[in-house]
């Protein structure tokens, strides 16, 4: 294979992969708005609400402090370099141990937490009413356990996505929503029937269906060895994803914390617009760099080094091109999505014009989010943890200052703008340590794909607001969000396809031939 041509056949093999995680975060996005639906028909924006969000601020924190919510950054590439120098065997060992030690680390925290869960609320959500704090302390108890099956399905997912086995990876939050969604309808309204719906699907989703898949091709067991040298060698891989504060996290434990402060329905408002603001994140951030680490990572441990910048450079371009659009869509419609997805029941006109506001404002950060997930893995690839959590650490406690300030100021509209900027300046400081240590990415060549994709973008996110009509009631919004999203499709595409740069047009190129082979 031509030195040109190996690019291209790695870019195509992370694009089947991420095409399929992409398909997955988009059903499940889908199945979440359900979710997020059925939540605000039956609790609003209220103080309930409130406590839904805040019950599982202390499972996430528990979860990041575990590095459960980055255990295939850690896991695959060790797991990969064992499996290639000393065979399938080595590497089951490896995964036993992690997964038994860990296992048993995320046993001993959950029944930790669970003991001290009312002080441990209590100091984080002071601003709440003594009855919602009590229900809040209920609620983070029964969710606790889900982390033990995020934890222990995040290493038997990470091994099987190593040896190029997504479907689990993919099925895994589908499950998870279906069973909130469920249990929220099955065990009667309020919040407590959707939190025993999480615990649910985090057993038969991130940790079932990884368990059924991995039986069927590992030899799965446990083993107990916190003291072995690859487990050690584990821990130094992904202490930083343990005690770091990447933005990625810390953002959603800002606004909930200072939103408490802020007033009621504040932390519900925020958590409406971060769902909608999430998916063409996870949609395109997220799939694309669950995708890319494999391969990037067996590029590094084959010391192919200049093959993985080209194709670190070309995931970032297609990346960033994807976010401005998909962010740019996002914002403009905005008020008529709010409104076909939640006004209902408990959540009115007002709440629809809070939520779509404060949605507007994070809409600007997409491009950053999907950035900083993807330039993060041409450091994880190469086992560098450390310096990425140094420098989002710093940012995100130099950023404090920010949400505390913006948000007595302006609110929450104030904390959400605060996310903005923190998560741009984090965004564009990884990039420039990734140049700067790595000698990659192209930083002109990304800033160049930007352009032409805001080129597209703008105009078409004009036209999408200036076909709104502001059409009263259901039926009202849903003729604007027709009109918005073809609108915006039939500007954005042909321009995206005119003003892009290669990498562009290749995804849309495959992306129609998948669409004329579907339609034949």
């Known amino acids: ?37 059925v939540l605000a028909w039956q609790v609003g924006v209220s103080a309930e609400m409130d406590a839904y969000r805040a019950a599982f601020m202390l499972p996430d924190i528990l979860n990041h402090l575990l590095a459960g919510g980055a255990l295939s950054i850690a896991f695959i590439p060790l797991y990969a370099r064992a499996r290639e120098q000393r065979g ?20 001993l925290f959950t029944a930790l937490i669970w003991l001290f869960a009312e002080p441990l609320v209590g100091f984080l959500f002071d601003g709440m009413e003594p009855e919602i704090r009590a229900l809040t302390v209920r609620l983070t108890r029964i969710v606790l356990p889900a982390q033990v099956f995020f934890v222990t399905g995040g290493i038997l997912r990470g091994a099987l996505m190593a040896r190029g086995r997504f479907g689990a990876q993919a099925a895994a939050p589908l499950v998870y929503n279906l069973a909130i969604i469920g249990a929220g309808l099955g065990l009667g309204r309020g919040p407590e029937g959707f939190i025993w719906g999480a615990l649910l699907g985090a057993a038969l989703g991130p940790f079932g269906i990884a368990l059924f898949d991995a039986l069927r091709i590992l030899r799965v067991r446990l083993r107990i060895a916190p003291a072995d040298r690859e487990f050690l060698r584990y821990l130094l891989v992904a202490l930083p994803l343990m005690i770091g504060a990447s933005l990625l996290t810390v953002d959603e434990w800002y606004e909930k914390v200072f939103g408490d402060d802020v007033g009621e329905g504040v932390i519900a408002s925020l958590g409406y617009a971060r769902q909608l603001m999430l998916a063409p994140v996870a949609v395109v951030g997220q799939a694309i760099a669950a995708a890319a680490l494999p391969t990037l990572a067996a590029l590094w441990s084959a010391r192919r080094r200049s093959e993985l910048d080209r194709v670190l450079l070309r995931t970032l371009q297609v990346a960033l091109a994807l976010a401005v659009l998909t962010g740019a869509a996002a914002f403009a419609l905005a008020e008529p999505g709010v409104a076909v997805l939640f006004r209902r029941g408990a959540f009115g006109a007002d709440d629809v014009v809070v939520v779509a506001g404060l949605l507007q404002i994070l809409c600007l950060a997409v491009p950053a989010w999907v950035v900083q997930q993807v330039a993060a893995r041409a450091f994880y690839a190469r086992g560098d943890t450390w310096r990425p959590m140094l420098l989002g650490t710093a940012i995100a406690v130099l950023a404090l200052p920010l949400y505390i300030s913006l948000g007595r100021q302006a609110g929450a509209a104030g904390l959400a703008a605060a996310g903005v900027v923190a998560m741009s300046a984090n965004a564009l400081a990884t990039l420039l340590l990734a140049r700067r240590l790595h000698g990659s990415p192209d930083l002109a060549a990304l800033a160049a794909s930007s352009g032409r994709a805001l080129a597209a973008a703008l105009p078409a996110a004009c036209v999408a607001l200036w076909v709104q009509r502001g059409g009263a009631g259901f039926a009202g919004a849903l003729v604007d969000l027709a009109l918005g999203v073809a609108a915006f499709a039939a500007v954005a595409l042909p321009l995206a396809w005119l003003l892009g740069d290669e990498a562009l047009r290749d995804v849309l190129r495959r992306v129609a031939r998948r669409f004329a082979r579907r339609g034949a």
Not at 2 to 28: D, K, N, T
Not at 88 to 107: I, P
């Open 1 to 37: 294979m031509s030195q040109g041509s190996e690019p291209a056949a790695h870019g195509r093999r992370i694009g089947a992969a991420a095409a399929l995680l992409a398909g997955s975060v988009l059903l499940s996005r889908v199945i979440g708005y359900v979710r997020e639906m």
């Open 88 to 107: 399938d065997v080595a590497a089951e060992r490896f995964m036993a141990t992690v997964l038994g030690t860990l296992g048993l680390a995320a046993l």
